[in-house]
């Protein structure tokens, strides 16, 4: 069984990252040790609330690391992975995206350097791209590498399958949507109970997220929850940039609410407020004045 999923920093707590902690019955597993924030949002730096939620959140996911078997990281982003505190890898069994194949120049610069940090810290290290791994009675699978939204000009990530029993967990990473063809393939494949998804990425809507993209990922999404055995879809990071989101995703929650499946953002599952302090900083900054 799995017995807890825990989100440990998402957007939706008012920080960049994708943390999650997920117990079984016999393995407990980080996905995407990371938290940042944006370096710059309606021509601002991050608010000083901004920063304090960013310290909260890495002291979170450094403790749930320590408890952790397993860490995973989908791809080298600094909101999901933190190169300059390699300490949590230590001793732990490590799956990480592939440092050199279906990944871009970025990426594969700071794979060769956040490698280079852990090395000799873990006391596994494996790439994961479109593997499965057995541990006890818990089964990992990777997806092959999908694109980090649209298009590969931000590289390649692994999505994430948990299974104990009957119970499966899938994890998508920065899929943006998921609005290609491999991204919602895998979710399908996997017909998971939980689905954690990065949502379409409609605060670039028009810019660099096409309406066309959002039609897809929101045809997709209703695909998955009609098509799975999902109770809760739990929709969140570049989705909750946008103040308007559930605007956007409507047709996800009609069909969620015509079959019983929750959709929540991650601190709604972690029962916790939704604060969407990026999408708020302009405001935050005028408060403070």
């Not at 990777?142 to 990530?157: A, D, E, I």
């Not at 739990?234 to 940039?241: K, N, V, Y």
């Amino acid at each position: 069984m799995i017995r807890e999923v825990k989100p440990l920093a998402f957007d939706s707590f008012g920080v960049r990252s994708m943390a999650t902690f997920v117990e079984t019955a016999d393995t407990r597993v980080l996905i995407d040790p990371g938290v940042a924030l944006a370096p710059v949002r309606y021509g601002l730096p991050p608010h000083e609330l901004e920063l304090k939620r960013m310290d909260e959140c890495w002291e979170t996911i450094t403790h749930y690391a320590s408890e952790a078997d397993v860490l995973i990281v989908t791809h080298y982003h600094y909101d999901h992975h933190d190169p300059d505190n390699p300490e949590i890898y230590r001793n732990k069994q490590v799956f990480v995206k592939h440092p050199t194949e279906k990944i871009n120049k970025s990426q594969k610069e700071r794979a060769a350097y956040f490698l280079e940090k852990i090395k000799g810290l873990p006391k596994r290290l494996e790439t994961a791209d479109g593997k499965t791994f057995q541990l006890g009675k818990t089964t990992l699978r990777f997806s092959k590498p999908v694109y980090h939204g649209t298009n590969p000009r931000l590289g390649y990530v692994v999505e994430v399958s948990i299974k104990h029993g009957n119970e499966k967990l899938v994890f998508t990473s920065d899929v943006e949507g998921p609005s290609i063809p491999d991204q919602i393939q895998f979710i399908l494949e996997e017909d998971p109970g939980i689905l954690i998804v990065d949502g379409p990425m409609t605060y670039m809507l028009g810019f660099r997220y096409s309406y066309k993209s959002l039609e897809i990922s929101n045809q997709n999404l209703v695909k998955a929850v009609k098509e799975t055995k999902l109770h809760d879809l739990i929709l969140d990071h570049h989705l909750l940039r946008d103040l308007k989101f559930k605007q956007k995703i409507s047709p996800v929650f009609e069909a969620a609410e015509a079959r019983g499946v929750r959709v929540l953002t991650a601190a709604e599952y972690a029962g916790r407020k939704i604060e969407m302090l990026e999408a708020l900083r302009k405001q935050l900054y005028a408060e403070s004045r």
